[in-house]
């Protein structure tokens, strides 16, 4: 449905994209996470024709935006960073506008009014936009893309500066829409792509790190997992005994000690379910395990690995000191 | 294109710029008008020159005015963002740029409309030639059809409303000394230069009754340069 091939885009000197390539399919959820600055909105404003890419090229269902522009954004519904609202005009005013002026076809009364229904803004109709709070204009934006059910939906950073319940309100809606459209979605708020997208395209300094399944990434990027397990036992054995048990990479005690159990911190090797032997092997030695809990990677990690390589150590020894000892790696973290 | 156009039209009268523009040209150049009848004398030669002179007055009012109509058309888009919606909409470039022209050449021509009820009166008082007054009203909608091209132009280049009706002024009132000052250059070839650019030597012809094809030609491109021109500069931001 769209499709990016070696699209590059200079600023200058300056490469804020960087022979990036990626596809999207047809109803899929897609998450362009990126730190700021790493050149979401650049690709997405070349995708809708608002810039023009130095090299390469952007097609949306096959037409290519540089060629057939007004062809190909017809079937785009673009929300940028800012929403694109005119304060001195009420909402419906607004809706009317951007009906005439993306030629839309359908019937007008009736779709505006769906479109109110499904992004919640039937009851601001007559308010002028300038007085609407944040969620709203946010909201209000999203139904300006609407507008003549376009096949893709690009949607730039759309939670950004809301409340959390209006976020969720919105990754609601997202989804929603997503069941209908194909949705690009950029954020740099990693548990937004975990909860709504389908895919996670990964992009720094303007060039994709990663471009994985949701689900996949965590796999992609470590296929160790992590366990905390509670034991009661004299913690020196207990920690040989874990130690020699099969598919055990990593474990040692963290700080944090109940009355008679400790906390230890257990990697497996890549791909192994180690739960079941360290049960049994625990069991035999009769060290009671009174508490496991799986401690996943989950994106931010995985993110901070693609992102930034050299840190992958340190954020390891951060996570560890910050098990050990919870408040003096709160205050590390802060330091970096 | 007519949507962007329609929005346009109605923000004027949303805002107060529209009345403003409308209010102020009417209330000075109803001003100048009734001045210059008033002191006219019977002959009736000089009191051509009088009506001659009271257009060229004009051109002095639009030079602070037009740039009402035109400083906020591009400029404000820019600096609300909303010219991402416009030009990610399936309109084209030049559709954006004519529509926000013909948006403020509508308003510039009705209050222009409006003012020429004013003659009406002459004809009630005396015989003017209805050409000299013809020509003058369609010369003054062309040299105005022109500055609103330079204002649209500069606001196009910036997002700051005040600079782009300051810098329009400052063009406008450049445009109307030329000739002024290409009377006083020695040099005979920066002279005919200068007098080539000059608004008022091209809008002379219009003041007596003519009907001059060249300059309404002039004029006409005048404009479709500069629209030329802002078009221009959306495509070199999309590209660079």
């Known amino acids: 449905m769209v499709e990016i091939s070696h699209l590059s885009k200079n600023y200058g000197d300056k490469k804020a994209v960087n022979d990036i390539s990626f596809s999207v399919e047809e109803g899929?959820?897609?998450?362009?996470?990126?730190?700021?600055?790493?050149?979401?909105?650049?690709?997405?404003?070349?995708?809708?024709?608002?810039?023009?890419?130095?090299?390469?090229?952007?097609?949306?269902?096959?037409?290519?935006?540089?060629?057939?522009?007004?062809?190909?954004?017809?079937?785009?519904?673009?929300?940028?960073?800012?929403?694109?609202?005119?304060?001195?005009?009420?909402?419906?005013?607004?809706?009317?506008?951007?009906?005439?002026?993306?030629?839309?076809?359908?019937?007008?009364?009736?779709?505006?009014?769906?479109?109110?229904?499904?992004?919640?803004?039937?009851?601001?109709?007559?308010?002028?936009?300038?007085?609407?709070?944040?969620?709203?204009?946010?909201?209000?934006?999203?139904?300006?893309?609407?507008?003549?059910?376009?096949?893709?939906?690009?949607?730039?950073?759309?939670?950004?500066?809301?409340?959390?319940?209006?976020?969720?309100?919105?990754?609601?809606?997202?989804?929603?829409?997503?069941?209908?459209?194909?949705?690009?979605?950029?954020?740099?708020?990693?548990?937004?792509?975990?909860?709504?997208?389908?895919?996670?395209?990964?992009?720094?300094?303007?060039?994709?790190?990663?471009?994985?399944?949701?689900?996949?990434?965590?796999?992609?990027?470590?296929g160790t997992r992590r366990l905390v397990a509670k034991i009661v036992g004299p913690e020196e054995q207990v920690l040989q005994l874990l130690r020699s048990t099969q598919g055990v990479k990593f474990a040692d005690k963290l700080g944090r000690r109940d009355t008679d159990s400790v906390s230890y911190l257990i990697e497996s090797q890549e791909n192994v379910d180690i739960r079941k032997p360290l049960f049994y092997a625990l069991a035999r030695a009769s060290y009671p395990l009174i508490g496991l809990e799986g401690d996943e990677l989950n994106l931010e990690d995985i993110f901070m690995r693609l992102v930034d390589p050299q840190k992958k150590e340190k954020t390891e020894k951060r996570r560890r000191n910050a098990s050990q000892a919870p408040e003096a790696g709160k205050r590390s973290g802060e330091k970096q | 294109m007519t949507a962007i156009y329609k929005r346009e039209l109605r923000s004027y009268f949303i805002t107060p710029i529209g009345y403003i523009f409308a209010g102020m040209f009417l209330a000075v150049s109803g001003l100048l008008f009734s001045w210059l009848v008033l002191s006219a004398d019977n002959s009736g030669a000089y009191s051509y020159a009088k009506i001659s002179n009271y257009f060229v007055y004009l051109l002095f009012v639009f030079s602070v005015l037009i740039p009402l109509l035109t400083m906020k058309l591009l400029s404000e888009e820019k600096k609300q963002k909303t010219e991402q919606l416009l030009l990610t909409s399936p309109v084209s470039l030049t559709g954006v740029v004519i529509a926000k022209y013909l948006a403020a050449l509508t308003i510039f021509a009705a209050t222009l409309l409006i003012n020429s009820l004013n003659y009406i009166l002459l004809y009630i008082y005396g015989n003017p030639n209805a050409a000299v007054i013809l020509s003058n009203i369609l010369g003054l909608f062309l040299i105005g059809a022109s500055f609103i091209a330079i204002g649209l132009f500069l606001s196009s280049v910036t997002e700051n409303q005040l600079i782009a009706a300051v810098s329009s002024i400052a063009v406008i009132v450049a445009l109307l000394l030329i000739s002024l000052l290409a009377d006083t250059i020695e040099k005979e070839f920066f002279r005919v230069i200068l007098k080539w650019f000059s608004v008022i030597d091209r809008y002379a012809p219009f003041t007596l009754g003519y009907f001059d094809i060249p300059a309404i030609i002039y004029f006409v491109s005048f404009t479709a340069v500069f629209l030329f021109l802002t078009v221009r500069v959306y495509e070199k931001r999309r590209w660079s």
């Open chain 1, 28 to 222: 899929e959820i897609m998450g362009f996470l990126g730190p700021n600055g790493a050149g979401k909105s650049t690709t997405l404003n070349i995708l809708t024709g608002f810039l023009s890419a130095t090299s390469g090229s952007a097609k949306i269902d096959g037409i290519d935006i540089l060629e057939q522009p007004l062809e190909a954004k017809r079937l785009i519904g673009f929300l940028p960073e800012i929403p694109p609202l005119y304060p001195d005009m009420t909402v419906a005013e607004y809706m009317n506008f951007c009906y005439e002026l993306k030629g839309c076809k359908l019937p007008r009364k009736q779709h505006l009014h769906e479109i109110g229904e499904v992004v919640k803004i039937a009851d601001v109709n007559k308010r002028l936009i300038k007085n609407l709070s944040k969620g709203y204009r946010q909201r209000v934006g999203i139904a300006q893309a609407l507008i003549g059910n376009p096949k893709v939906l690009i949607f730039d950073e759309p939670t950004i500066g809301l409340d959390p319940k209006q976020i969720i309100e919105i990754r609601n809606l997202i989804k929603h829409l997503g069941k209908n459209h194909t949705v690009i979605l950029s954020t740099h708020i990693l548990p937004e792509v975990q909860a709504v997208c389908d895919r996670i395209v990964i992009i720094n300094k303007g060039r994709i790190v990663a471009n994985e399944k949701t689900e996949n990434l965590v796999n992609a990027v470590d």
